[in-house]
């Protein structure tokens, strides 16, 4: 079954504490993203990647960071998380050039920082 | 500036009402593409349609529509007779081919069906 898989689902932590959520396709798809929905704002996009080793920025990357070593896992970090990251993050991967396809969605993790 | 613009924040309609959902987008791209999600109390994204730039053909699925309209860069969602089970938030998306396949969101219009 064609699926995005991230965890953990919920999570809560305390502020400066570092953290990691996975996010694993198994699509081949040579594109993902990182986005945090919050209420009134829709969805951003944190970082992108098109491949393997190509990351970027997208409109809100301010504390985060991603790594592309393997085209199926791109990993989100929080280094030093602060309350204002409280969030709800999805990770997405799609195909791209002329077979663009929809971006394919996790289930999404519920973040909580104290 | 907002690529993607759903200028309805929420939106209330009786059970069987028709409800259209407005989302206008804003690119210089000639080839882009055009999507709509669902997203349920549940929290999933659920795609409901694609759409690339070359075909303006409107499509029907069951009791959805979608108009495509590129003169007034409209991409209108239509619910026919609508049920409690559409309830939802739901996002209108754009990715332009000039730029890595980012996808654009619009802020969401939360649709409450009243039994």
């Known amino acids: 079954e064609a699926q995005v898989t991230q965890n953990p689902r919920y999570l809560i932590t305390v502020t400066g504490k570092k953290l990691t959520v996975t996010c694993s396709q198994n699509?081949?798809?040579?594109?993902m993203s990182w986005y945090r929905q919050d209420p009134g704002l829709g969805l951003r996009q944190i970082y992108y990647s098109m491949n393997v080793e190509v990351t970027d920025k997208g409109d809100v990357p301010e504390g985060y960071k991603v790594s592309r070593k393997e085209k199926r896992n791109f990993p989100l970090i929080l280094e030093s998380p602060s309350p204002n990251q409280t969030s709800l993050y999805f990770c997405?991967?799609?195909?791209?050039?002329?077979?663009?396809?929809?971006?394919?969605f996790g289930q999404g993790t519920r973040l909580t920082v104290v | 500036a907002q690529k993607v613009t759903q200028a309805q924040t929420e939106i209330s309609v009786v059970e069987k009402e028709d409800v259209t959902l407005d989302c206008v987008y804003e690119t210089r791209d000639t080839t882009y593409y055009l999507f709509w999600y669902k997203q349920p109390p549940s929290g999933e994204l659920v795609f409901l349609i694609r759409?690339?730039?070359?075909?303006?053909q409107n499509e029907i699925s069951g009791r959805y529509s979608w108009n495509f309209q590129k003169s007034t860069s409209s991409f209108n969602f239509t619910i026919t007779a609508s049920q409690v089970v559409d309830s939802a938030v739901y996002f209108c998306?754009?990715?332009?081919?000039?730029?890595?396949?980012?996808?654009?969101f619009g802020t969401g219009t939360s649709l409450t069906v009243i039994p």
């Open positions: 699509m081949n798809h040579e594109y």
């Open positions: 997405a991967s799609s195909s791209g050039g002329t077979g663009r396809t929809e971006a394919f």
């Open positions: 998306a754009l990715s332009e081919a000039g730029t890595g396949n980012q996808f654009y």
């Open positions: 759409r690339n730039s070359f075909d303006e």
